[in-house]
């Protein structure tokens, strides 16, 4: 296979286990590079519940997105409970079920119900097209999930919001940095929640953040991430303990910098997994969205039955020679027992999501991968295609 060769130097950490491949590993900024920012930590005693770090991140980060408002979170699912909290609606809410599993629950944990539409086989993404037959007058919210960083069709789903009056929600935590001809995707629909958690493309090793775009709103996720606390005698709603701390947020700025370079790490990854699959029969990859800038966090593959070889026999034999794939998402969502029983959920409204899960399998990719372990990965898979 060309253009992997010479890519990146070697690492030498001298430890066996690093020759083992996972699906992806967290960037980490110099160790050292943390010590004056603990530092002012340790001097300050100030260590959560707002703080100079903290502030300064939310403040980078939305200048990095163009937005208003970026509220920290303590993880992308509380993110997600916190911005469809905050919306006060009370009833369906439109979603997908290709995603992790947190976007159905913190649906769920508000007394929602989720209802099942199914997704474009070309992009993994909620379908504009079967939308509408979903709204019922219990519809109050689209959850859409911008899949693998894969932007949504959001005009038209913005479309179909105003339409019949309805609040979007985009699960945008595998979307950091991703931009359509606009900017940053996370500028769509009412609310967007990021996530930052250890696996993603930025990180803080658990955190995570809703952008919105008015200050009422912004004073909503506040006060919802504080118990609902207005001032000390004045507490005005239900909330939760969901703020960032002050050393996440400190990682998060010290990190930031490097969060291109990376990307582009990645982009030569893509680039090298895609050359690879045109000469695998029955491995198709998702094509690159048009006008997108991506941020390559994930490299899903479709396996084909051309390919002879089932997703999970694949897995197995990656598996037994040191690497860890995974199958984002399988099972689907609406497959798992909290949520099967729905009407929704049935299999017969979802053959696109079952297809696509059943065959999906995501190859390791991330910054520091090196040119000779993609090799290792992409050997396998044409190793194990059957003749
Ligand atoms: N919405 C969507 C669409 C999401 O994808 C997620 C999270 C959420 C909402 C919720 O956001 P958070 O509340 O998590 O902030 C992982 C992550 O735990 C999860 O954050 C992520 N999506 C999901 C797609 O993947 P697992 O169970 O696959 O993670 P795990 O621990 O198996 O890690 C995968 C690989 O990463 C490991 O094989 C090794 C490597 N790894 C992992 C960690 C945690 C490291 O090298 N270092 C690490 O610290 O769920």
Redo the contacts with the bound molecule.
Sequence with gaps: MSGLGQRRPLITTGHKLTEEI?????DLPELVSLSDGLEEIWRSRFLTNGGQFHDRLEKVLAERFGVDHVVLMS??????IAALAVTGCKGEVITTPL??I??QH?VKILGLDPVFVDINPMTGNLDPDRIEAAITPKTKAILP???YGNSCEVLRIQSIANTNDLAVIY????AFDVQDTGGHIVRHGDLS?L??????VFHT????AVVCHDAQTREKLDRFRNFGIVSEAEIDGVGLNGKMNEFSSLFGLTLLPQIDQARISRQEIDAGYREALRSIDGLTCLPQPRGQRSNYG?FPILVGDEYGVRPDELQKAFRSEGI?T?R??FPLASSILPYRSSSSADPANLPNALDFAKRVICLPI?STLRSDQQSRVVDILNRHQAN
Excluded at 75 to 80: D, F, H
Excluded at 171 to 174: E, F, I, L, R
Excluded at 195 to 200: I, Q, Y
């Design positions: 996972f699906v992806t590993r967290p993880s992308g699912t509380m993110a997600l995603t992790f947190a976007t913190a999930v911008h899949c699960d945008a935590a595998q929640t996530s930052f958690h250890a696996t993603k090793f658990e955190g995570g994930f860890r995974r984002y998402f991330y």
